[in-house]
């Protein structure tokens, strides 16, 4: 057997030892891209093809997956049918019809509530973000050791106690209707920012809890090894313990930003012109209630791809139980 860089030694027929050609064929293969690479080959150097058995599982998976999707087909419109059967032949379909799916009132409702649903996208916007760095900071509040911190873990429990506790429309009444009444200087008016302000005080206790949990998931010996290579206690949380904690809680976070899609409805009660609003307005004209219906279907056209990026997360950070794949 040669050594690298020497020729492989020749018996007397001329022919190479067979180990060394077999090393020396083995090494250049490997310097051959993955790309060119040729199929897989069996023992007698034909590319490999799958077993008569093998192509039977195939086939039978397949017509499994097939008879699956035409049971649910059949099973979901079925249900529908029966459904829209009981409906419609109800003594009063004909009143609740003309009430609330008038589709000439729709039409011209829709203009107006898509123009209020622009600024329920607006709100949600700025409140998530602030609702992510306020509830981050409570949570890692909760999280300081020592007593000199005692304070701020006292502060952070005695927020997320309180708001938590206080129905979130409790807080848009007390912000929108309690704040300007005090006329304090330079205090804003504007009932946008105090709803919103009252959303993202109510969401942040939530959010806090759901980063804590996310914060304590993480196993000690994590920080003891960033301590230990020379972090600091700020270092440590930023660099190893919060972003493996957001990647736990993504899929919990993200089913309370779903819920702050539709709670961003609520500001209408402080007169803010939001697509709840504007649906209102319409309403009040001839007491049709089909401008509601409209504003329901654009926050659930809304709410569904946030819902499903959420299930998807879910099942791939093994959340089965967050939401059923279609």
């Given at each position: 057997?040669?050594?690298?860089g020497?020729?492989?030694?020749?018996?007397?027929?001329?022919?190479?030892?067979?180990?060394?050609?077999?090393?020396?064929?083995?090494?250049?293969?490997?310097?051959v891209?993955?790309?060119?690479?040729?199929?897989?080959?069996?023992?007698?150097?034909?590319?490999?093809?799958?077993?008569?058995?093998?192509?039977?599982?195939?086939?039978?998976?397949?017509?499994?997956?097939?008879?699956?999707?035409?049971?649910?087909?059949?099973?979901?419109?079925?249900?529908?049918?029966?459904?829209?059967?009981?409906?419609?032949?109800?003594?009063?379909?004909?009143?609740?019809?003309?009430?609330?799916?008038?589709?000439?009132k729709a039409?011209?409702a829709?203009?107006?509530?898509?123009?209020?649903?622009?600024?329920?996208?607006?709100?949600?916007?700025?409140?998530a973000?602030?609702?992510?760095?306020?509830?981050?900071?409570?949570?890692?509040?909760?999280?300081?050791?020592?007593?000199?911190?005692?304070?701020?873990?006292?502060?952070?429990?005695?927020?997320?106690?309180?708001?938590?506790?206080?129905?979130?429309?409790?807080?848009?009444?007390?912000?929108?209707?309690?704040?300007?009444?005090?006329?304090?200087?330079?205090?804003?008016?504007?009932?946008?920012?105090?709803?919103?302000?009252?959303?993202?005080?109510?969401?942040?206790?939530?959010?806090?809890e759901?980063?804590?949990?996310g914060?304590?998931?993480?196993?000690?010996?994590?920080?003891?090894?960033?301590?230990?290579?020379?972090?600091?206690?700020?270092?440590?949380?930023?660099?190893?313990v919060?972003?493996?904690?957001?990647?736990?809680?993504?899929?919990?976070?993200?089913?309370?930003?779903?819920?702050?899609?539709?709670?961003?409805?609520?500001?209408?009660?402080?007169?803010?012109?939001?697509?709840?609003?504007?649906?209102?307005?319409?309403?009040?004209?001839?007491?049709?209630f089909?401008?509601?219906?409209?504003?329901?279907?654009?926050?659930?056209?809304?709410?569904?791809?946030?819902?499903?990026?959420?299930?998807?997360?879910?099942?791939?950070?093994?959340?089965?139980?967050?939401?059923?794949?279609?």
């Amino acid at each position: 057997m040669s050594l690298a860089g020497t020729p492989p030694e020749h018996d007397g027929d001329g022919h190479g030892d067979p180990l060394a050609e077999n090393l020396a064929a083995g090494a250049s293969s490997a310097h051959v891209d993955e790309g060119s690479q040729p199929p897989a080959q069996v023992a007698g150097g034909e590319p490999w093809q799958p077993s008569a058995i093998e192509l039977e599982r195939r086939a039978y998976r397949r017509g499994r997956t097939v008879r699956s999707g035409l049971i649910a087909s059949v099973s979901t419109l079925t249900v529908v049918s029966l459904v829209g059967f009981i409906i419609t032949r109800s003594s009063g379909w004909p009143r609740v019809r003309q009430t609330f799916f008038n589709w000439d009132k729709a039409r011209d409702a829709f203009p107006a509530v898509l123009d209020g649903l622009w600024l329920n996208i607006r709100i949600l916007l700025v409140c998530a973000v602030l609702i992510t760095l306020i509830g981050l900071a409570i949570a890692l509040m909760r999280t300081l050791r020592g007593p000199v911190f005692f304070p701020f873990r006292m502060f952070a429990a005695a927020y997320t106690d309180l708001f938590r506790g206080l129905p979130l429309l409790l807080v848009i009444f007390l912000l929108g209707f309690g704040v300007p009444a005090l006329r304090l200087p330079n205090v804003p008016d504007d009932m946008v920012i105090w709803g919103g302000l009252a959303i993202v005080l109510s969401y942040s206790a939530y959010v806090a809890e759901v980063f804590r949990a996310g914060i304590e998931s993480i196993h000690p010996s994590q920080r003891a090894a960033a301590r230990s290579l020379g972090l600091n206690h700020a270092q440590t949380m930023r660099f190893v313990v919060v972003p493996q904690a957001v990647r736990r809680v993504l899929p919990p976070l993200l089913n309370d930003f779903v819920s702050l899609q539709k709670d961003s409805g609520l500001i209408a009660v402080l007169g803010v012109v939001d697509a709840i609003r504007a649906a209102q307005i319409e309403t009040a004209t001839d007491f049709n209630f089909t401008p509601y219906v409209v504003a329901g279907f654009l926050f659930v056209c809304l709410t569904i791809p946030t819902t499903r990026i959420t299930d998807h997360l879910a099942r791939r950070h093994g959340w089965y139980g967050g939401g059923p794949s279609l």
